[in-house]
């Protein structure tokens, strides 16, 4: 796609992140082994029609992010998007906008709310608006709805209270008295009871308004637990979802191995273990509530240190994708469409970055039916999942080899029918970008997923 746009959004200096390609020559030799595909079982379910989203940044203009994400399957925005919703006020103005930082001189947004909602109801996104919680305004949250919904006439389909309340500093404090050095943060019940004040608030002026209470707490299991069965005792039958913020085991550390990496798509800090966990403890706090879990902020690190993003970063995402397509889970939101992270989807100046490619590279729209797969091999860290409108007429296999050592030769005739034609997409370190080429499924229609690498196969049928 290559977008590059200019804009102007403060007087910072932005570190623009990249990729390296690799140098040109043949890909080392991997021992290579075989890897059996079989569907898990014999019934697919439902992926709800808005499942993949991405955090929608109003410290950037709407632009080149806007145009990146229309062009994806992400239909699920959250905005203005994690931390900066505590430190924006949509109001200030004349409803242009202020974004506030401790011990700073607050700034305008450079995408103001109108500009957020003529682009999501152009694009047909489905919205999450994030009030600011760590002012602790009940009363300013009842004015915002007002804003969007009797004025600007747009209704989100969720209003979350907040963000990761456990890392807030300035609970309480109004912007303008926000200074460094503060530590006033609330415990999981405080925070619990500041999200039944908003609730009580924000439908004085929409009785059906649809919540989320916990959008991440900022920290992992066991304390995650603690804060989300806090905010569902309290608010339980009022709460339509709340959200788990991912990141494996907290924070991607600078230097980690692509191997150290791929270890934490498994064990309690991983996507499903947490998912599951939050299930649980949901059903044993309020077994009555219908209460959606939604993962948010989905990636390697918020870390903006400006340096090259790592290739592994991909297909650490890719099998994120594969392990939230569940039944349990309403939505699974990556971290961010603009931004000084290096895995974010546009750099700081709006140019397109490696991470986006996968995006890129996913049928839009998205399906919604799944089968899981089983991949069976002696390669550790292999995963799949088939999409399409039953098993037997798939329109996407995602399949992702998450481990170092060892190629994996799979034959995708064992789960695509013979009869279907389609398209092969692969991508791994050795190559700058994703290398598509047509197919047509066979008895011999094997493929080799290098180490690090992710393969999509996509029906002709289905774009």
Not at 21 to 39: E, I, Q
Not at 103 to 117: E, K, R, S, T
Not at 215 to 228: A, C, F, V
Request: glycine share 8%; with cysteine.
């Amino acid at each position: 796609m290559g977008l590059v746009v200019a804009i102007v959004v403060s007087t910072a200096i932005f570190a623009v992140a990249y990729y390296v390609p690799p140098a040109a020559g043949p890909p080392p030799n991997y021992p290579t082994v075989k890897g059996n595909l079989t569907l898990a079982n014999n019934s697919s379910y439902a992926i709800p029609a808005s499942f993949l989203g991405v955090n929608l940044r109003a410290d950037f203009p709407i632009g080149a992010q806007g145009t990146a994400i229309a062009a994806t399957a992400a239909r699920l925005v959250r905005w203005p998007g994690g931390a900066l919703s505590d430190r924006f006020d949509p109001l200030a103005l004349n409803a242009s906008g202020l974004i506030y930082a401790q011990g700073a001189l607050p700034y305008p947004a450079p995408m103001p709310a109108v500009a957020f909602v003529q682009w999501c109801l152009a694009a047909g996104c489905r919205a999450i608006i994030t009030v600011p919680g760590e002012v602790d305004s009940p009363s300013y949250a009842a004015q915002e709805v007002a804003y969007f919904e009797e004025v600007l006439h747009f209704r989100p389909a969720y209003w979350e209270v907040g963000n990761e309340p456990s890392l807030w500093r300035h609970w309480g404090y109004p912007w303008s008295d926000w200074l460094v050095g503060q530590n006033s943060t609330p415990s999981p019940v405080q925070y619990a009871q500041e999200v039944a004040a908003y609730i009580q608030a924000i439908r004085a002026v929409d009785p059906s308004a649809p919540i989320l209470g916990l959008s991440g707490s900022g920290t992992i299991d066991p304390e995650e637990l603690t804060w989300i069965a806090a905010t569902v005792a309290v608010n339980g039958p009022n709460l339509s979802a709340i959200a788990l913020h991912v990141y494996p085991a907290g924070a991607y550390s600078p230097g980690e191995s692509a191997a150290e990496l791929f270890a934490s798509l498994d064990g309690p800090d991983s996507l499903p273990a947490r998912v599951a966990a939050a299930t649980s403890i949901i059903r044993l706090t309020c077994s009555t509530c219908s209460i959606a879990i939604i993962a948010d902020e989905v990636g390697v690190t918020t870390s903006s240190t400006g340096a090259p993003v790592s290739f592994p970063w991909v297909p650490y995402e890719a099998a994120e994708i594969i392990q939230g397509i569940q039944p349990n889970l309403s939505g699974l939101i990556f971290w961010t469409s603009q931004g000084l992270y290096p895995g974010s989807w546009l750099s700081g100046s709006g140019s397109d970055q490696l991470m986006y490619y996968l995006f890129q590279s996913i049928p839009n729209p998205f399906p919604t039916r799944a089968v899981p797969l089983s991949v069976v091999s002696i390669a550790t860290g292999v995963s799949g999942i088939l999409l399409g409108p039953d098993p037997s007429h798939p329109s996407l296999v995602l399949l992702v080899n998450a481990n170092v050592t060892y190629s994996v030769k799979v034959d995708l005739s064992a789960i695509v029918p013979t009869t279907l034609g389609g398209s092969v997409l692969s991508w791994s370190n050795t190559t700058s970008s994703p290398v598509s080429q047509a197919w047509r499924v066979s008895s011999s229609a094997s493929t080799v997923l290098l180490p690090d690498s992710i393969l999509i196969w996509e029906s002709a049928g289905s774009a």
